[in-house]
């Protein structure tokens, strides 16, 4: 199986008290992995109660840290983890461990990258003027074949839009306009139990809107429909649309 990156990953680090958008005051109710809790179990008192008091259990029966105020509990006034502090950061659950790093597992691949919903992440993605690039490697995990009739179509799919969206000879209005609409066609197609195509026909980018106010609405108005963590994110929102 190969495992594939982008060319920033190892770049990322977290900010900690630097950050001005710190995710443990999110009021997030972070799962902990239940090998984080036994060590936590393990530990003497009084500073095994005191760290356990700050635990939950939802109603999947997984350990969660409790907010205090919209923030984690344990978060210091210097905006540091006081548990990293107190126990070191191989004794931190894995969520908080890995944030905003993700995986996502493929028939025949492992990915894995950083998220925008860190300022640190959202720097590293957004403020370089080359083109993205992606290092691999292999290791000894097995393939899926049995999905591989329908994910290897979606994988050129995907090649493609790569390379609509890097071609830096166009606007990007229409990079994004293309882009749009040749998943719109994609999504058809797998509606109607079609594999999907790589390419866009004449008559998609025909109908393609070339207003870069029209793209930027759309997308402001999926953005509108998550979740908003902060009231003053959503206004902006609103105020751009």
């Known amino acids: 199986m190969v495992v594939t990156m982008p060319g920033y990953y190892e770049q990322f680090q977290c900010l900690a008290s630097a950050c001005r958008d710190n995710c443990c ?17 393990s530990l003497p008192e009084p500073q095994r109660s005191r760290i356990l008091s700050a635990l939950g259990r939802d109603e999947e029966g997984d350990a969660f840290i409790r907010p205090q ?14 548990l990293v502090l107190e126990l070191g950061e191989e004794h931190i659950g894995e969520i908080c ?5 993700y995986r996502e597992w493929f028939p025949d ?6 998220g925008l919903c860190c300022e640190e992440a959202a720097r590293l993605i957004l403020s370089d003027p080359e083109p993205c690039a ?4 292999l290791t000894d995990a097995e393939e899926d074949e049995e999905s591989l009739p329908l994910y290897l179509p979606l ?17 990007l209005s229409l990079r994004w306009a293309e882009a ?6 994609a999504q ?28 930027l609405a759309a997308l402001l108005d999926a953005h509108l429909e998550m979740e908003v963590l902060e009231p003053e994110w959503g206004r902006e929102l609103s105020r751009l649309r």
Do not use: K
């Open 25 to 41: 005051r999110t009021g997030w109710e972070i799962v902990v992995d239940e090998g984080t809790v036994d060590y936590y179990r």
């Open 69 to 82: 105020n919209g923030q984690c509990p344990f978060l210091t006034e210097q905006g540091l983890c006081g």
């Open 97 to 101: 461990a890995l944030h905003p790093r």
């Open 109 to 114: 691949r492992m990915e894995i990258g950083v």
């Open 134 to 137: 992606f290092v691999s490697y």
């Open 155 to 171: 994988l050129e799919l995907r090649d493609r839009l790569f390379e609509i969206v890097q071609d830096r000879t166009r606007p």
């Open 180 to 185: 749009l609409r040749l998943t719109q066609t």
């Open 188 to 215: 058809r197609a797998m509606n109607e139990n079609r594999l999907p195509v790589p390419e866009a026909g004449p008559d998609t980018l025909a109908a393609a809107p070339t207003s870069w106010q029209t793209v």
